[in-house]
């Protein structure tokens, strides 16, 4: 179940740092909602700087933390309670690198317009890949800060988007491991975009 808890986690966030647009720094609420998760709502807190991004996460009441740094092509998966950190490389043709969209195999096309909670957007259709399968979703980016607010799947089996937004730096410390740390070598969730783009 946290895998594909996960999964959805880095999908969403690949459509949300594939966007062709210059988004401020901020945090906020990312909530997820999916088929495969039964419906239910998750609710991880992100954070966002150029290249930089965090989400803290509770489920089932094991914490992690996921910070992926564009700018050093890695992932690094955070577990507070073991004091432990996992280190995968960013596969720079994922779609959860973060890096060009058309790269990713995302490609997207403006449709219209819609607010989203009382914001006004652009709606965007997205066509993006998993494997050799071409899969299409709509994105609403809002029109005042460009911050892509919600991302759904076309067939409506997950969605995501993001409340509570407060645009303004973030420490740099968010993305970075915390001090007295120590590296695993095992296998884990941070590597998934890799996995994910293969399945």
Not at 21 to 46: E, L, Q, W, Y
Not at 145 to 168: F, H, P, R, T
Not at 174 to 180: K, Q, S, V
């Amino acid at each position: 179940m946290i895998k594909k808890f996960v999964l959805l986690v880095l999908l969403g966030l690949a459509f949300f740092a594939g966007t062709a647009f210059a988004m401020p720094d901020f945090s906020g609420d990312f909530v997820m909602k999916s088929k495969a998760m039964k419906g239910r709502n998750t609710i991880a807190k992100i954070y966002y700087t150029a290249n930089k991004w965090r989400t803290d996460i509770n489920f089932s009441g094991v914490s992690m933390s996921m910070i992926y740094r564009a700018d050093k092509k890695v992932s690094w998966s955070i577990m507070p309670q073991s004091r432990t950190f996992v280190e995968n490389a960013l596969d720079p043709q994922s779609s959860m690198s973060f890096s060009d969209a058309e790269k990713a195999g995302i490609t997207r096309k403006k449709i219209g317009s819609e607010a989203v909670n009382g914001v006004n957007c652009d709606k965007y259709e997205i066509s993006y890949k998993v494997g050799a399968t071409t899969h299409k979703a709509f994105q609403w980016i809002s029109n005042d800060n460009k911050i892509a607010i919600k991302n759904e799947a076309a067939d409506g089996s997950w969605e995501n988007e993001i409340n509570n937004i407060k645009v303004g730096p973030q420490p740099a410390s968010l993305f970075e491991i915390p001090a007295g740390y120590k590296k695993m070598s095992v296998p884990n969730y941070g590597n998934i975009g890799k996995n994910f783009s293969k399945r």
